[in-house]
């Protein structure tokens, strides 16, 4: 039973540019939540998701990102027009319908904006 | 004061002796708890979950929740020096099972010498 997917595992970006992070949760799991951890700090809650539907996004900064979790496909968190102050480890985590609370992490996607 | 506080480490013991890890929270309705370990430059993973008052034991691990002194602790018996890692204390803080958003505390760095 595959786990949480997160691609690319390392993204670099120049200052401006776009960063696109995919996440597909575990199989059976429909519920999925994107985490950042920046360097010496600790993990931070962004976004929660359904199918079709975001249900909690509180920890999105207001401007440059956005998430989504379509009917087919991965989960997507978008960056756009990213800052040095963007770099940090994100992590995609899921948990099954039944259970919102057990969640599973992937292997994260390092960003590093140049 | 911060929502989730772990006691400040780092924590270094001896191959085969205890660790005790601790965490307290601020919000009293909060039903879920849990205990991630990561190791350096990789992701959380789920190793405890604990919803009720009381201990709940898996292998060498024993999490302890007192939901009327807001506290939950994590203690490894028999200490490896595998186990040598950051232990993530995670809380729900959405007074019920229903949301998925965790927060997460800053983490106690764990080092056990041979």
């Known amino acids: 039973n595959a786990g949480v997917m997160q691609n690319p595992r390392h993204l670099v970006r120049r200052r401006g540019q776009e960063a696109r992070l995919r996440c597909s949760p575990m199989?059976?799991?429909?519920?999925v939540y994107w985490y950042r951890q920046l360097p010496e700090e600790g993990l931070k809650f962004m976004v929660y998701?359904?199918?079709?539907?975001?249900?909690?996004e509180s920890g999105m900064p207001k401007e440059r990102f956005s998430a989504e979790f379509p009917k087919e496909g991965p989960s997507i968190l978008r960056i756009q027009q990213v800052v040095r102050g963007d770099s940090a480890a994100y992590f995609c985590?899921?948990?099954?319908?039944?259970?919102?609370?057990?969640?599973?992490f992937g292997p994260g996607t390092r960003l590093t904006v140049t | 004061q911060k929502e989730v506080e772990q006691n400040s480490g780092p924590l270094s013991v001896p191959e085969g002796a205890i660790a005790s890890l601790n965490c307290t929270y601020s919000?009293?309705?909060?039903?879920?708890f849990f205990w991630y370990r990561q190791y350096s430059g990789k992701s959380p993973e789920l190793i405890m979950s604990?919803?009720?008052?009381g201990d709940k034991e898996d292998g060498r691990f024993t999490a302890q929740l007192n939901k009327a002194s807001q506290y939950v602790s994590l203690l490894i018996r028999d200490s490896q020096p595998s186990d040598s890692a950051t232990y993530l204390c995670?809380?729900?803080?959405?007074?019920?099972?229903?949301?998925?958003?965790?927060?997460f505390g800053q983490g106690t760095i764990l080092t056990v010498h041979p």
């Open positions: 985590a899921s948990s099954p319908p039944a259970a919102t609370y057990e969640q599973y």
């Open positions: 998701l359904q199918k079709e539907n975001i249900i909690d």
């Open positions: 199989k059976g799991h429909s519920h």
């Open positions: 995670a809380v729900n803080m959405g007074g019920g099972t229903s949301y998925g958003k965790l927060t």
């Open positions: 604990i919803y009720s008052n």
């Open positions: 919000d009293r309705v909060s039903q879920s």
